[in-house]
């Protein structure tokens, strides 16, 4: 199989395809949507933060990709119908999605479980386990509806070497890890659905810097030295893979 580390990507590997990608104001997700734009995808770029949203959908639209859409949403905040709408007008604009990417999380509180913050604990869950949950709930029709769909979970380090002080991140990242191999499963009777989690490794982004603050950031790769993995799991190179976790680096 292609080692997605070193993968090379065709320039029109996701041609008139539509990708999904939360998390797509910064970081990863904005080097991902990027190079998913550059390599022909239509992107819809899911954040909470407009104004960062509609600087990427600049970015893209200088480079003279395909013109993205922008999908605002908090998923701290909404509820079951936000999702069912936001669904619903991705069918109307669409018709289908190609590929979903998982990519929007937070940190929360690294602490002792005797000490930490219950409602940090309930967030942090939230934002990493349950709103992929409702989201990919929500857009598996869509998803059906594509020839050759995918769905991307993120992954972490700590789910291979749990230690202490992670608090709810290293659980949700479990958690997550556990929902990406169930769906999987679920899903091994239409195999044109793959459904995988990517661990990204150590990049240069803000969360990384709020979960190190004394790590020099200048000796980490930035995100868009990580994205191969991401479209190798997007386009058709990765037909019949599932159920893994693959390593950017």
């Known amino acids: 199989m292609i080692d997605p580390r070193t993968y090379q990507p065709a320039a029109n590997l996701l041609t008139d395809r539509v990708i999904l990608i939360t998390g797509a104001s910064d970081g990863i ?23 960062k949203l509609e600087a990427v959908y600049d970015s893209i639209v200088a480079a003279k990709r395909p013109r993205p859409s922008i999908v605002p949403l908090d ?44 409602p940090k604990w309930m967030r942090t869950m939230h934002v990493n386990v349950t709103a992929p949950f409702i989201l990919t709930r929500y857009c598996l029709p869509l998803l059906k509806r594509s020839a050759d769909p995918s769905i991307v979970f993120t992954s972490s380090g700590v789910v291979a070497r749990p230690r ?10 479990w958690a997550s890890d556990g929902l990406m191999r169930m769906l999987a499963d679920e899903l091994e009777n239409r195999p044109t659905i793959r459904v995988n989690s990517i661990d990204p490794g150590k990049v240069r982004t803000k969360m990384r810097l709020q ?32 159920g893994q976790t693959f390593a950017c680096q």
């Open 75 to 118: 998923f701290e905040k909404a509820g079951p119908e936000e999702y069912e709408k936001l669904a619903s007008a991705l069918e109307q604009e669409f018709g289908r999605l190609d590929a979903l990417l998982h990519n929007a999380g937070m940190l929360g509180e690294r602490a002792p479980i005797e000490h930490h913050d219950i």
């Open 29 to 51: 997700g904005k080097a991902v949507a990027q190079a998913a734009a550059a390599h022909g995808a239509t992107v819809l770029l899911h954040g909470r933060n407009v104004k």
């Open 211 to 242: 979960a190190y603050p004394a790590e020099d950031p200048e000796t980490l790769p930035q995100p868009e030295a990580i994205v191969g993995p991401y479209l190798f799991l997007f386009g058709p190179d990765s037909r019949g893979v599932s």
């Open 164 to 173: 202490a002080y992670w608090g709810a991140y290293l659980a949700s990242k």
